[in-house]
Structure formats: C-alpha cells, structure tokens
C-alpha cells in the first residue's frame, strides 16, 4: 500500500511538473502577447528607424542612390531589389523564412541534435526575425532568458508585420564589417552601385559576409570569402532559386570591391543642411527631408575613377564647384573619414595675395619683375629648385610660379594691403600672418580646399564672390524649408579677373600646370609645399567659364615623396575632364574692361618698361597685348605723341 502510494505520488509530481513546464512554455514562448515577470518589450521604432530619411537628389532631380538614413547609411526598399538578392539572403539564413511564425522550431531541433553531437555551440538556429529582434532589442549574450525573449518578441513581430517588411528591416540593420551597416551601405562602398544593381554573385558575396564579417571579410580573407559564396550559391541552387546556367554563371564572375571610404559628399551635405537649418543630424532623418544639391554623378563618378588610378596611400581629395550656382559638384576622398582640413595653400595663393592687388594698382601683365636671388631683411626665398630667369613679365611670373615675383610684388603693395585683397576672395588670416611668407602660403593656420577652390571660381565670374556649398534647398514633403541665397561682393574688378584667367590660361598651356596643355581652354595654378624631407601639400586648382576644380593630395603623417608636387595632381583633373566628358571648347567671356593695345616691344625688352607703341613706331617694334582700358600704360614720347595723334584726327 505503502509503495503504490509512493508510485502515485511520483506520477503526481511528474504530471504537476510537465503541467507547470508546459504552462510556462506556453507563456514564455507560444503565446508572446502575454507579459510576464519584465518581459522585453516590442519597440517598432527600433525596426523602422531607417524610415527616417533624408533623401539627396542631384543636379538633375534624381535620388543619390537611395535614401540616406543614420550614420550615413543608404537605406533599401525591399520592393526596390531583385529576386537574387532577396533570395541569397534566405536561402543561408532562414530556408523556411516565409513558412514559419518567427521561429523555426524544425531547424531548433536538428542544431540542438547537431551541438549535443559536437558538445558545443556550433550550429545556431535563428531566424531572420529573431535575428532581427536580437540586432535591434537585444544583446549578444548567450543566456537562456535573452533566447527566451528572443524568440517571444520575434514571435510577437510576426503578427503585428508582413514579411516583406521584416525582410526590410533586416537587411538595413546588417552588419558588414569595417564599419559598414545596412545592404544599401555595404552595396555603395563595396561595389560602387545601389543595391537594386546587385549581381546574383555580388548578392551572395554580401549574403556570405554577415555570418562573420572579421572571418569573411573582402579585404583581409577574399578566399574564406570566396568559399562562402560558393556556398550560397550552392543553396540557391539546391532550394531551386536559380537555374544550373545562373549558378555557373556567378561562381565564374570575378568580383572587385572598393576600398571602404566615407562618403565625403553626403557628410558635407548633412553638416551644411544642419548649419542652415541651425538643427541636430537626427532632426533632418526625424522630418524625412529633401535635399536639393548640384551633385553631378558623372562627374563623381570620373573623380572616383581617377583617386583609384593613384597607386599610392596618401590622402587625396577632388572638388568640383558650378561657377554659376557656387554648388558643389563633387566632393571625393580616397579617406575613410570626412576630410576638410586648413593647410598651407603653398602657390596657389600667389594671385590673391601678389597679383590681384598689383593689377588692381595699376601693374599689367607684361610689367617687369627682375627674377633673381633676393634677402628681404632677415627673409631668404628660394625660387623652386634654384632657377632663376632674369627680367619676366608678371605673365612669366605666374606662368612659371616664381616665389621671388611674388615677394616682391607683395613687399611694393605692403602685407596687409595685399591680405585685404585676399581677404575678399574669402581667404582668412591670422593676426600672426603678417610677414611676407604670406605671399607663398605661409600662415599659421592655412586654408581649406573649398576656400582656394572659391577664390578660383571667383576669377571665373569675373572678380565676383559668392558663397559656395553642398546644400540648394530644402524641403518636407512639398513644403520650401530653405533655400540657398547668397549675397554678391565685388572682390576686384573684372578687367583684373579677366587679365589673371588669361595668364592662368599660359600657366595651363606652358607653365606649371602644362600637363593641362591638351584638355582644351583652361585656367590653372599649381602649388607645392614641402622641403628636402618630401611634400606635405601638394595642389592643382583649374577652371573653365563652368566649372572650378581642386585636387589636394596630402599626408598628415608622413611626408609624400618629393616626386610628386602639384602637377601631378593636374593629371586627376585632365582625367576628370575627359572621362565627365566636360566641355573645355566654351571661351571664357572678354568684358568690355580690357581690350588689345600695341606696345613698344623695343622699349620693353631694352629698359624693362611697357608704354604703349608711337603711331609711327615700325611693325617689327611692336607688340600687341591684352591690357585694362583702366590701367593703360602711357607713350613715351608725349608730347610728339599729341601732335600726331591731332594731325591724325584732323
């Protein structure tokens, strides 16, 4: 009696236990809706935060690949890509994703069968969904209770979305490795398109590298990699996805990845809405705004194209300006972070600190400057590799970049008189920039790219400055938030501007940037700085009547080989020009400030002084050159001057 009650007991007791087992199965798993004991709970806005956008169009109205959510990341529409990349994704994470509720429970048990055989952890069981949950609500930790919500909270997802939007979430909270997140992100970085371009082989290599993005890493293990996508297609294949055709297809096709650079035109454009809108990064994604720009991809695309050209691992960055709008065109780096920093402008400060304010003083391009070995008090400038020319004409001067012209004409017009010219190109000082070596890029700070690529521009419309930047307007929905406004300023006048863009133009044909020589009408200065350790800042800065472009390589660190100096940057912007298909055929427009006068060629080559040529001086005596009506130079002999010039008239 006593064993039969004992017996019975025991029945008792295992029954209650399976009933509390199975009642707390239900609760903690079948049946998500119900919350006990603090159970996490479903957040949406952690799902969908990708919905908060900012979609970029550019120049021509079209979205920038997509959408731009948090972290400059390209956000994905589910209905926006191909069966392939869809399916590449399912078919090696979750086979059964449109058949199950959340959690596979087959698959659960054939990976604990499986992690009972290999006594570890070896093969997971996580859907899509949960793995979705467990990117967006929880964290990494293997406990228990963290499965346990994981799979309650999936569950519960799965009754409240579709599975087109799950899949959506998903794939744009991914994470790729070396700090790529989200398909739309990994597709631009990697492979240069919008994931709705993605190939079934660059679809799989991307489904292959988020089971482990250190291990299957495209830039540090491209065979582990490559065996992972084989492996994918491989399930394509066996799930009937894909055609035997379409599998041997992509096994075969060879797959580039670019180099992981940040994105140097979104983050400009982001920072610059911000500064206008005077609001938080987050503000712009929480009012989905649209951001008109002067974005060119044709133009993006040739720089990109010609930074990869560059075999080498310093810093380079390649910006384009509209002259009309002061839009940027292009802004990109080879850098994996934004770039924007203040250096020594080197030579390419010369027309603003020498040359506007000499012209503006009444000097013209063809007067004299004695190119030779000069100490101006305890300063000693050195001409580039120790040449000097003798007698030049400030033509010559610019053309050839001598440091000597420079000083010298900075010296005859005094260093702050000289600033203050610069000063309205949008060139900033420091209170300590008040030495001479001003006139060859030496200032404490220096300037940014954007700064000497305007002063530029401001040349290229004729002596006129405006503001440039990545922003033209705003809006939410069809609502005006901003709108680019900037106010015109007068720098110089435009018969200067026009006399600089025309000596330019002879530095672009014959002088330091005459690797430029073939690219059609344009304007160009180069600058190098550096010493006999290397280069540390190296520039070419050219324009036509539409666009200015800037090229800047340098390093932070160590010095770049004295080999490379700022004509080699002009090889970025041939490039550009050739492969944008720029038209470089336009002339730049002659104002009515400036018109071609005869001088006396045999005065200017005996005594170094320009006059304008006698009516009765000899053909072969003269010589015809491009001068301000402004600033004319007198004649010589005046007085016998005005009695023909009266015969004449009469």
Same mark, same amino acid.
């Given at each position: 009696?006593?064993?039969?009650?004992?017996?019975?007991?025991?029945?008792?007791?295992?029954?209650?236990?399976?009933?509390?087992?199975?009642?707390?199965?239900?609760?903690?798993?079948?049946?998500?809706?119900?919350?006990?004991?603090?159970? *996490?709970?479903?957040?949406?806005?952690?799902?969908?935060?990708?919905?908060?956008?900012?979609?970029?169009?550019?120049?021509?109205?079209?979205?920038?690949?997509?959408?731009?959510?948090?972290?400059?990341?390209?956000?994905?529409?589910?209905?926006? &890509?191909?069966? *392939?990349?869809?399916?590449?994704?399912?078919?090696?994470?979750?086979?059964?994703?449109?058949?199950?509720?959340?959690?596979?429970?087959?698959?659960?048990?054939?990976?604990?069968?499986?992690?009972?055989?290999?006594?570890?952890?070896?093969?997971?069981?996580?859907?899509?969904?949960?793995?979705?949950?467990?990117?967006?609500?929880?964290?990494?930790? %293997?406990?228990?209770?963290?499965?346990?919500?994981?799979?309650? /909270?999936?569950?519960?997802?799965?009754?409240?979305?579709?599975?087109?939007?799950?899949?959506?979430?998903?794939?744009?909270?991914?994470?790729?490795?070396?700090?790529?997140?989200?398909?739309?992100?990994?597709?631009?970085?990697?492979?240069?398109?919008?994931?709705?371009?993605?190939?079934? @082989?660059?679809?799989?290599?991307?489904?292959?590298?988020?089971?482990?993005? =250190?291990?299957?890493?495209?830039?540090?293990?491209?065979?582990?990699?490559?065996?992972?996508?084989?492996?994918? /297609?491989?399930?394509? /294949?066996?799930?009937?996805?894909?055609?035997?055709?379409?599998?041997?297809?992509?096994?075969?096709?060879?797959?580039?990845?670019?180099?992981?650079?940040?994105?140097?035109?979104?983050?400009?454009?982001?920072?610059?809405?911000?500064? =206008?809108?005077?609001?938080?990064?987050?503000?712009?994604?929480?009012?989905?705004?649209?951001?008109?720009?002067?974005?060119?991809?044709?133009?993006?695309?040739?720089?990109?194209?010609?930074?990869?050209?560059?075999?080498?691992?310093?810093?380079?960055?390649?910006?384009?300006?509209?002259?009309?709008?002061?839009?940027?065109?292009?802004?990109?780096?080879?850098?994996?972070?934004?770039?924007?920093?203040?250096?020594?402008?080197?030579?390419?400060?010369?027309?603003?600190?020498?040359?506007?304010?000499?012209?503006?003083?009444?000097?013209?391009? &063809?007067?004299?400057?004695?190119?030779?070995?000069?100490?101006?008090?305890?300063?000693?400038?050195?001409?580039?590799?120790?040449?000097?020319?003798?007698?030049?004409? &400030?033509?010559?001067?610019?053309?050839?970049?001598?440091?000597?012209?420079?000083?010298?004409?900075?010296?005859?017009?005094? #260093?702050?008189?000289? %600033?203050?010219?610069?000063?309205?190109?949008?060139?900033?000082?420091?209170?300590?920039?008040?030495?001479?070596? #001003?006139?060859?890029?030496?200032?404490?700070?220096?300037?940014?790219?954007?700064?000497?690529?305007?002063?530029?521009?401001?040349?290229?419309?004729?002596?006129?400055?405006?503001?440039?930047?990545? #922003?033209?307007?705003?809006?939410?929905?069809?609502?005006?938030?901003?709108?680019?406004?900037?106010?015109?300023?007068?720098?110089?006048?435009?018969?200067?501007?026009?006399?600089?863009?025309?000596?330019?133009?002879?530095?672009?044909?014959?002088?330091?940037?005459?690797?430029?020589?073939?690219?059609?009408?344009? =304007?160009?200065?180069?600058?190098?700085?550096?010493?006999?350790?290397?280069?540390?800042?190296?520039?070419?800065?050219?324009?036509?009547?539409?666009?200015?472009?800037?090229?800047?390589?340098?390093?932070? *660190?160590?010095?770049?080989?004295?080999?490379?100096?700022?004509?080699?940057?002009?090889?970025?912007?041939?490039?550009?020009?050739?492969?944008? %298909?720029?038209?470089?055929?336009?002339?730049?427009?002659?104002?009515?400030?400036?018109?071609?006068? *005869?001088?006396? @060629?045999?005065?200017?080559?005996?005594?170094?002084? #320009?006059?304008?040529?006698?009516?009765?001086?000899? %053909?072969?005596?003269?010589?015809?050159?491009?001068?301000?009506?402004?600033?004319?130079?007198?004649?010589?002999?005046?007085?016998?001057?005005?009695?023909?010039?009266?015969?004449?008239?009469?």
């Amino acid at each position: 009696m006593k064993k039969s009650l004992k017996v019975t007991f025991i029945c008792m007791a295992v029954f209650v236990v399976l009933v509390l087992l199975a009642v707390g199965f239900f609760f903690l798993v079948i049946e998500p809706d119900i919350t006990l004991f603090g159970n *996490d709970k479903l957040d949406m806005d952690k799902l969908t935060g990708y919905s908060d956008s900012v979609m970029l169009l550019d120049v021509y109205g079209d979205p920038i690949d997509d959408a731009f959510f948090g972290g400059n990341s390209i956000s994905v529409k589910v209905d926006d &890509l191909s069966a *392939d990349t869809l399916n590449a994704f399912i078919a090696i994470e979750d086979k059964r994703f449109y058949s199950h509720h959340g959690v596979d429970y087959r698959r659960m048990a054939s990976a604990f069968v499986s992690n009972i055989k290999s006594k570890g952890f070896h093969e997971g069981a996580s859907t899509i969904t949960q793995q979705l949950i467990k990117n967006t609500h929880l964290s990494n930790e %293997k406990t228990i209770s963290r499965k346990i919500s994981e799979i309650r /909270l999936a569950r519960k997802l799965e009754r409240v979305s579709s599975k087109r939007q799950i899949l959506e979430s998903y794939l744009n909270v991914l994470y790729f490795g070396s700090g790529i997140r989200g398909l739309g992100t990994a597709s631009r970085v990697m492979f240069g398109k919008p994931a709705s371009e993605l190939t079934l @082989a660059q679809s799989a290599a991307l489904a292959s590298i988020i089971n482990n993005p =250190a291990k299957y890493s495209p830039y540090n293990n491209i065979d582990n990699l490559n065996n992972r996508k084989r492996l994918v /297609l491989d399930q394509m /294949l066996s799930q009937k996805l894909i055609t035997k055709s379409e599998y041997n297809s992509a096994v075969a096709e060879p797959l580039e990845f670019g180099k992981n650079s940040c994105n140097q035109f979104v983050t400009g454009v982001l920072k610059d809405a911000c500064s =206008a809108l005077q609001c938080s990064e987050k503000e712009l994604y929480i009012n989905n705004y649209t951001i008109s720009t002067a974005y060119n991809p044709k133009i993006a695309s040739a720089a990109r194209s010609a930074i990869s050209s560059v075999d080498e691992d310093y810093n380079i960055r390649v910006l384009v300006l509209d002259n009309s709008s002061g839009g940027i065109v292009c802004d990109e780096t080879n850098c994996n972070k934004y770039i924007n920093p203040q250096r020594s402008p080197a030579s390419t400060i010369k027309p603003f600190t020498s040359y506007a304010g000499a012209l503006e003083n009444g000097l013209n391009p &063809l007067s004299q400057i004695s190119d030779e070995p000069t100490v101006f008090g305890d300063y000693a400038p050195a001409n580039y590799k120790g040449v000097y020319r003798g007698y030049m004409s &400030l033509r010559d001067c610019l053309k050839y970049s001598s440091n000597i012209a420079a000083v010298k004409l900075m010296r005859q017009f005094g #260093v702050e008189s000289s %600033k203050d010219v610069a000063e309205r190109f949008g060139i900033t000082f420091e209170q300590s920039d008040n030495t001479l070596a #001003v006139a060859l890029g030496g200032m404490e700070k220096g300037v940014t790219l954007p700064q000497i690529a305007n002063a530029y521009r401001t040349l290229a419309n004729g002596g006129v400055y405006t503001d440039i930047g990545y #922003v033209a307007e705003i809006k939410n929905a069809d609502r005006d938030i901003y709108k680019k406004q900037s106010q015109q300023c007068a720098a110089i006048g435009d018969d200067t501007a026009y006399l600089i863009t025309d000596m330019l133009m002879s530095c672009a044909q014959s002088g330091t940037a005459k690797k430029l020589k073939n690219t059609g009408i344009i =304007a160009a200065k180069t600058g190098t700085n550096g010493d006999e350790n290397g280069n540390y800042d190296c520039y070419a800065i050219a324009y036509t009547p539409e666009y200015t472009f800037a090229v800047w390589f340098g390093s932070a *660190d160590d010095p770049i080989s004295n080999s490379v100096t700022g004509a080699s940057c002009c090889d970025i912007i041939k490039r550009v020009c050739a492969d944008a %298909k720029i038209n470089t055929s336009a002339p730049f427009v002659q104002p009515k400030s400036v018109a071609y006068f *005869d001088i006396d @060629a045999k005065e200017l080559s005996e005594s170094h002084e #320009v006059y304008l040529a006698d009516p009765l001086l000899p %053909k072969r005596y003269r010589h015809t050159a491009l001068l301000s009506k402004k600033h004319l130079p007198i004649r010589k002999n005046i007085d016998i001057l005005d009695y023909y010039d009266g015969f004449m008239w009469e």
